[in-house]
């Protein structure tokens, strides 16, 4: 495995640098490395704000395989959804209200703030300490819309892991976009696929999304990188097509948070993408919509918005299904990167051999 890590040189600078080798994308048991390395120790958006309104709402999901509770209890708790006893999931998975979290196998019950309070026909047990018997806790924390979970304690905070990301989102006051809805879409890609098509600057475009790019001043298209984040920006045309008409306002904005965070924002309009991998070659892109909430963005608008990205996705899905392929064929290990276009990816690719290094070195600690 170390050999693998290191096939990739993050020491080249842009103009040099050669992509990680194929098996990075296709080796199962790379695949689960990388979970351990990359999932469980950074900072994953695992549900948003606004499904936190009232005590007792919680969000049960999965961060980095393991299944996770999120809780509005006196403040945002969230927790490793496992019972104590016998590690029965205690809250189905979904999205629900509840006083307390009652385990559905023998009926242990769990207070909001993870605290054993009762365990039925239990009496006569010796050497068992309730108080150390609640639910184990994870860290989360919430920025802008979207609520965070990291696995690993010792992970910076999530405003340090962000960096400068954290205040950059602020003059676009994503408190009026209210969220519309979610669509999952299964590819036969390694998750990593998809982020480097995001992160190829626009290379990708005029060649492959016709439409979209009728909607964007290409030539003006602009890439950005800072600590774990790429922003690509570029001034949106004024065309009256069916494309332009909902990718409205003067510029769009894909903004990339590693390791899986997408978020693509035009006026009023928004959608992010996380990218969750499936297995080495298969991944699931979740694509949550949001729209401002002045009635200029009808129900019509948001279809057709909707709409829109879902062609664009389409023809992103297609290459990236021909992209995997190609990865597993005998022609090809590495290939180069664009110096105009393809910054993001070169980022992209050095924080992830940055995570496996780190994992791997702490492997050989302990
Ligand atoms: S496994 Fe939860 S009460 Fe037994
Ligand atoms: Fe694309």
């Known amino acids: ?3 693998l890590i290191n096939a990739y040189n993050p020491a080249l600078p842009l103009r040099k640098a050669v992509t990680p080798p194929s098996a990075w994308y296709v080796d199962e048991t790379f695949s689960k490395l990388e979970n351990d390395a990359i999932f469980a120790k950074n900072w994953l958006v695992a549900g948003r704000v ?3 309104q009232s005590e007792g709402d919680y969000i049960a999901t999965e961060v980095a395989g393991q299944p996770i509770v999120i809780v509005q209890a006196d403040q ?3 927790f490793y959804n496992v019972c104590r006893h016998h590690a029965a999931q205690v809250i189905e998975s979904g999205t629900g209200c509840t006083k307390a979290m009652q385990c559905p196998y023998h009926g242990w019950n769990y ?9 039925p026909q239990f009496a006569g047990a010796e050497e068992f300490d309730k108080d150390a018997t609640g639910l184990v806790p994870v860290r989360v924390a919430a920025w802008e819309k979207w609520l965070f979970v990291c696995l690993d304690e010792n992970a910076d905070p999530l405003e340090e892991f962000l960096g400068s990301l954290y205040h950059q989102l602020k003059p676009f006051n ?6 519309h809805k979610r669509v999952s879409y299964d590819l036969d890609c390694n998750w990593k696929v998809f982020v480097d098509n995001y992160l190829d600057g626009g290379y990708h475009v005029p060649v492959l999304h016709k439409g979209l790019n009728s909607a964007l001043e290409y030539k003006h298209y602009r890439v950005t990188t800072k600590d774990r984040h790429c922003l690509q920006d570029c001034p949106t045309s004024k065309k009256q097509d069916d494309i332009s008409t909902v990718r409205t306002g003067d510029k769009a904005h894909y903004y ?7 978020i693509n924002l035009y006026e009023g309009v928004m959608d992010t993408n996380i990218a969750i991998p499936l297995s080495s070659t298969r991944c699931r892109i979740y694509f949550d919509y949001y729209f401002g909430d002045d009635p200029k963005y009808t129900e019509a608008f948001k279809q057709q918005s ?13 290459i990236c299904v021909s992209v995997q392929r190609g990865l597993a064929s005998n022609a090809y290990n590495t290939g180069r990167l664009s110096p105009e276009k393809e910054a993001g990816e070169h ?4 924080l992830l051999h940055q995570d496996l290094v780190t994992a791997r070195s702490g492997l050989h600690i302990s």
């Open 50 to 52: 606004d499904q936190l």
């Open 76 to 78: 945002i708790r969230a």
């Open 174 to 179: 994503l408190d009026n976009l209210k969220f």
């Open 256 to 262: 990339w948070q590693y390791p899986n965070l997408m």
């Open 111 to 119: 207070g909001l703030d993870g605290k054993l309070h009762s365990t």
């Open 347 to 350: 980022l992209f690719h050095r």
């Open 306 to 318: 909707v709409k829109v990205a879902h062609q664009v996705q389409i023809e992103d899905e297609d």
């Open 1 to 3: 495995m170390d050999e």
